[in-house]
């Protein structure tokens, strides 16, 4: 089939998304499918014939259904209109996660939390209810929505959660500013180690069980947070922290420090 052939069963199938869709369970009557995809019975009709002609349907017994082509086809739009779901609300991300080598399609199940109108804390929240079920917390961030900073947080590392995490340093700087003793305190129990690296490319968090990565916007709100329990995320994640690890200083060594 010449490339502009398979051009057209590329656009025919993205335009007719939906109809592929309604056919992936199985055989389905004329006037069924009509209903399903929500269109009069000659659009219908144009549908079907025009599917029919790039091979992606069949008639069998009054009955339309997908040919082999068209499981194929239509899996692989499904999964295209995930990756563009997943994309526009990863969007703020996108730059950052662009320069890492993880499959954004990885986080296509993940659980997505983006602001809303009025309520521009959601991802915050999804945070903390994560913070609450894990004993353990190992990541990067680029503000300070992380350890010592939230009152929640720190209670949380102060009442035995395992924590280790590495800043920029006016992160760094701020933290000893503003919570100077329970951050000693903390370091000095065993139960927080804190590093400090020149560049850092967004928020990754490692819970017990889930795996959060975060995009703030120009305020340094966090805007968007999507995390996961997949275990190829989990690898990425420890990898890419590892990488940051060796490079950076313990919080010990930061010019500031005078523990």
């Known amino acids: 089939m010449s490339d502009s052939g398979n051009s057209d069963i ?3 199938a993205v335009k007719r998304a939906k109809t592929l869709r309604a056919l992936r369970n199985g055989p389905v009557a004329r006037s ?12 219908t009709h144009r549908i079907t014939r025009e599917l029919t002609d790039k091979s992606l349907i069949r008639r069998v017994d ?29 969007e703020p991300l ?5 320069r890492t080598d993880i499959d954004v399609e990885l986080l296509a199940d993940a659980t997505i939390t983006v602001q809303e109108p009025g309520d521009p804390y959601r991802p915050v929240r ?3 209810s994560l913070l609450r079920e894990s004993e353990t917390l190992r990541g990067f961030d680029t503000t300070t929505i992380a350890p010592m ?5 720190r209670n949380s590392i102060l009442d035995g959660m395992r924590t280790e995490v590495i800043y920029l340093s006016p992160v760094i700087d701020q933290l000893l500013d503003d919570h100077h003793e329970a951050t000693v305190n903390a370091i000095e129990s065993g139960q927080l180690e804190l590093f400090v690296h020149d560049e850092l490319p967004f928020g990754l968090v490692m819970f017990d069980d889930r795996v959060g990565v975060g995009g703030y916007d120009e305020t340094g709100i966090l805007r968007v947070f999507a995390d996961t329990d997949d ?5 990425w994640a420890d990898d890419l ?13 930061h010019a500031d420090w005078t523990g």
């Open 94 to 98: 996108l730059p950052s996660l662009d």
């Open 32 to 43: 069924d499918l009509q209903d399903e995809i929500g269109v009069s019975r000659t659009t």
């Open 231 to 235: 275990p190829a995320v989990r690898v």
């Open 62 to 90: 009054g009955l339309y259904e997908l040919t082999p082509l068209g499981q194929l086809v239509a899996g692989e739009v499904e999964h295209l209109r995930d990756t563009v779901e997943v994309g526009l609300q990863l």
């Open 126 to 128: 999804r945070f903390i």
């Open 241 to 253: 922290y590892e990488e940051y690890r060796k490079e950076a200083i313990p919080i010990q060594d």
């Open 149 to 153: 900073y939230v009152d929640e947080i």
């Open 10 to 12: 590329v656009i025919t």
